[in-house]
Antibody, heavy 115, light 108 residues
Framework: QVQLQESGPGLVKPSETLSLTCTVS????????WSWIRQPPGKGLEWIGY???????NYNPSLKSRITISVDTSKNQFSLELRSVSDADTAVYFC?????????WGQGTLVTVSS | EIVLTQSPGTLSLSPGGRATLSCRAG???????LAWYQQKPGQAPRLLIY???SRATGIPDRFSGSGSGTDFTLTISRLEPEDFAVYYC?????????FGGGTKVEIK
């Protein structure tokens, strides 16, 4: 059974870098694309970007200048870095499998940007 | 970027009722690459429909999707108590991938 689990700090200071990791079990990173999606409290979903095991990426233009998604196939993990965060980046961050529709999701992790 | 507009914002219905949710795209969705998700509080979204009308594994047949081009519909034929939730449409035919703002189906 495919499972995804996000991990990382729940609190980040303004202007600093948000770093999250998604650990995948029950599947190989080599087989699919892997995405990050976020949801501000009480609001809708926003696709952040995806990565393939080769390292090929596709980012949302609205965030492209501030994000890096990377993959570590030896650990079966992929990661998100979001730089220069502000209040607007406070959200639940989900990792998911795919570059199209998303069948498998992590449970999500709330990241709050606050000093 | 393809903007998806969902309507209504909130749908108040009774168990056993029929729910019709609309998703309108600002431009044609490529190859009918349109999905629907259900989300309950504190949970990740759950895939219901992909490719406009294909039900995901384990999804009951009371959920159905239809549409093409810029107009898509999710229908829940007979609402069960567990169906009261927020529903999102999602297009994955062109980048950036985008989601609609959601429709909340609440108990009347």
């Amino acid at each position: 059974q495919v499972q995804l689990q996000e991990s990382g700090p729940g609190l980040v200071k303004p202007s600093e870098t948000l770093s999250l990791t998604c650990t995948v079990s029950g599947d190989s990173l080599s087989s699919y694309y892997w995405s990050w999606i976020r949801q501000p409290p009480g609001k809708g979903l926003e696709w952040i970007g995806y990565i393939q095991n080769s390292g090929s990426t596709n980012y949302n233009p609205s965030l492209k200048s501030r994000i890096t998604i990377s993959v570590d196939t030896s650990k079966n993990q992929f990661s998100l870095e979001l730089r220069s965060v502000s209040d607007a980046d406070t959200a639940v961050y989900f990792c998911a499998r795919g570059n199209g529709y998303f069948r498998y999701w992590g449970q999500g992790t709330l990241v709050t940007v606050s000093s | 970027e393809i903007v998806l507009t969902q309507s209504p914002g909130t749908l108040s219905l009774s168990p056993g009722g029929r729910a019709t949710l609309s998703c309108r795209a600002g431009q044609s969705v490529s190859s009918s690459y349109l999905a629907w998700y259900q989300q309950k509080p504190g949970q990740a979204p759950r895939l219901l429909i992909y490719g406009t009308s294909s039900r995901a594994t384990g999804i009951p047949d009371r959920f159905s999707g239809s549409g093409s081009g810029t107009d898509f519909t999710l229908t829940i034929s007979r609402l069960e108590p567990e169906d009261f939730a927020v529903y999102y449409c999602h297009q994955y035919g062109s980048s950036p991938l985008t989601f609609g703002g959601g429709t909340k189906v609440e108990i009347k």
